[in-house]
């Protein structure tokens, strides 16, 4: 159902969860040279951490996703910054050898399902990063599943809501893409618990709302590590 809603021009906070791999012909130089490259690398991503502009998280998926080695969780009011900064990332030393594997850029809002977050006037805001684990992935609604009348579409989120419950140990951030990346929404879920949110999803496989996912991969399991620690498992840095 199309409604007559006003545009929300409101500011509100972007998201972008970008993956890197690093070449193995790096880990084939000098080791003086690798140490460099990463000392370099080391102090930009420091240095945006720093920033008033941007929040960064770092994630090292290291044997835990093929493709990919590391994981930058960047979240600012201007999608601009997340171009600077990765324009920064590519003049680095490292940068000559870094592919991003993958890039989701989302947008934060309420949801129209339940009403749980806080904030006003400068729209929702996320504090990120509040488990040693993040789990991501891109998510797609079939497209019949909004044509569904919005009070159809509420009792299978309640029913969605209410298997998700018991489950205390896991934080659910959802973020809004449409118009700006291929997926619908990306969702990152923050946790301690890796055995509980695995059965999590497995519960809410079960929903009557999951009929209506096109897509949800490629999953992504994050473990929450400063960029120093995940640059010593990707290079000799003794």
Known sequence: MVTGESPDRQRRQFLNYSFYRLDPVFRRLPLD????????????????????????????????????????????????????????????????????????????????????MKGAGEGVELLPGQGQYLFVYPFTKTRSWYRLSPHARQ??????????????????????????????????????YPQEFVDLVGRLRYTEASLYTQRDTPMFACAKAPIDAIMGQLADLD
């Open 33 to 116: 040279e690798q140490r460099q490259a990463a000392a370099g690398f080391i102090e930009l991503v420091r240095k945006w951490e720093s920033s008033d502009d941007l929040i960064l998280r770092t994630y090292s998926l290291v044997g835990l996703r093929a493709e990919v080695d590391f994981m930058l969780w960047r979240i600012a009011f201007d999608p601009l910054c997340f171009q600077s900064m990765e324009a920064a990332i590519r003049r680095s030393r490292l940068g000559a050898y870094l592919s991003q594997v993958y890039s989701f850029l989302s947008l934060q809002r309420r949801s129209p399902y339940v009403n749980r």
């Open 155 to 192: 009792g299978m989120m309640d029913e969605h809501i209410a298997a998700s419950a018991p489950f205390k140990g896991v934080h659910l951030n959802t973020s809004y893409s449409y118009g700006v990346d291929d997926q619908d929404f990306v969702v990152a879920f923050d946790s301690d």
